[in-house]
């Protein structure tokens, strides 16, 4: 195994996004990431039932499957019933050789399992131990179901995506799941580091919400501290509610094009042909093109109009303005910028080739790269007891039951 993790063994007992999504970072990064899911049903013909595996449904549930096969690359499936005295015997055995347990169930559940962090000290003292949740291991929802769209209602983040009209609206992708899962790869890193430095494990709890109020971090100590208003989205163009134009998407003859060109409003105006636009005394400054915003953005958008985005582009970029193509995903993978830098990678999948999102971050000496595409249900269960000499006497032959699939 390569890459900056290799030997660190982690004990996956996530699902959905929020959690799959950290523990395939550390995989990313070379960590052995043993997938522990739960015993399913057997097809005629011998294959697991993925239709009761969360996240990995057949064709009819493709967006589900994509969830499932975008967040469990780089990792290995073992699949043991968890409420069987031999599935116990079985988990604590890897416990006691894992460094990670990584868990994004219900608080108390794991507890309840035999496999709660004191229960998994007592076996691994130097065991780091996440628990991932919706909010946080105490307060008046702990016990709340904790989900994307939920958490991004809660945090703010769709009063300040709303809509020109003044309605809430949620950012079109898991966004709360993938900052938790960021959020919780790096502490489960900082962890290990401590416990690299010192001997000792921990129990480290990252939430959803947690997540979001960190990514809100501007917006919260500008309205907190400088006596601001909740921000507004004036124009259905612009992309932050407390800086003024031009700062966001605007149309073109043929499509968008984003500028984040506060600093440069009047080269921008020069280029667009309205040279005395940002000496206007209704715009001359910051503040009053906060104020003035939508009289400011429609003059704006009225020249963009002019010409198509390549046009624009073709006198932006020399300038270094600060501009951007407004893609679509399609457009987004086929970017020249994307291509030259590997940002999708094709994979032998379970079910022929697949095409992946290339691990983000790229190491010089220890490359993140995808070593294993995302598991079949229980594919690695019989690789995985012999390497960690489980002990299968006495099973009757049929490997649906008893602790082990």
């Given amino acids: 195994m390569t890459g900056p993790l290799a030997g660190v063994v982690v004990l996956d007992f996530t699902e959905r996004v929020q959690g799959?999504?950290?523990?395939?970072m550390l995989g990313d990064f070379g960590a052995d990431v043993i997938k522990v899911e739960r015993p399913v049903a057997v097809t005629p013909d011998g294959r697991p039932d993925e239709r009761y595996r969360t996240?990995?449904?057949?064709a009819p549930d493709s967006l589900y499957r994509a969830t499932f096969l975008a967040n469990n690359r780089n990792k290995r499936s073992f699949a043991v019933d968890l409420k069987s005295s031999d599935g116990l015997a079985a988990m604590?055995?890897?416990v006691r050789s894992a460094d990670i347990v990584y868990e994004n169930f219900r608080p108390g559940v794991m507890d309840r399992l035999g496999l709660g962090y004191a229960q998994c000290r007592d076996l691994n003292p130097g065991i780091v131990y996440v628990s991932a949740s919706g909010y946080g291991p105490d307060g008046p929802r702990v016990n709340k179901p904790g989900q994307d769209v939920l958490v991004q209602a809660m945090?703010?983040?769709g009063v300040?995506?709303?809509s020109a009209e003044g309605r809430p609206t949620p950012i079109g992708m898991s966004i709360t799941d993938v900052l938790g899962g960021l959020n919780g790869a790096a502490a489960t890193l900082a962890a290990l580091l401590h416990?690299?430095?010192?001997g000792e494990g921990q129990q480290v709890w990252v939430d959803l919400l947690g997540g979001a109020f960190a990514a809100l971090g501007e917006h919260l100590v500008h309205m907190l501290n400088?006596?601001?208003g909740e921000p507004v989205r004036v124009t259905p163009m612009h992309g932050h509610g407390y800086i003024p134009p031009p700062y966001g998407f605007y149309a073109t003859k043929d499509g968008y094009l984003a500028l984040s060109s506060g600093r440069q409003v009047r080269e921008i105006c020069e280029l667009l042909g309205l040279p005395d636009l940002s000496c206007d005394p209704r715009f001359d400054t910051y503040a009053k093109r906060g104020r003035n915003q939508a009289e400011f953005e429609a003059i704006l958008e009225e020249a963009l109009r002019e010409r198509t985005t390549d046009d624009w582009l073709a006198v932006m970029e020399p300038a270094d303005i600060f501009a951007a193509r407004v893609c679509s995903l399609r457009d987004a993978v086929d970017d020249p910028q994307a291509v030259a830098t590997g940002r999708i990678v094709s994979v032998d999948g379970p079910d022929g080739p697949l095409r992946l999102v290339a691990p983000a971050a790229r190491?010089?000496?220890?490359?993140?790269r995808i070593r294993l595409a995302p598991p079949r249900h229980g594919e690695h269960t019989s690789q995985i007891t012999r390497e960690f000499g489980l002990d299968r006497a006495g099973r009757d032959g049929n490997e649906t039951s008893g602790g082990w699939r």
């Fill in 226 to 228: 400088n006596g601001a």
């Fill in 92 to 94: 604590r055995t890897l």
């Fill in 363 to 368: 190491f010089a000496r220890t490359p993140a």
């Fill in 155 to 157: 945090s703010g983040i």
């Fill in 55 to 58: 996240g990995a449904g057949p």
């Fill in 20 to 24: 799959p999504y950290a523990t395939q």
């Fill in 195 to 198: 416990r690299e430095r010192t």
């Fill in 160 to 162: 300040i995506n709303e």
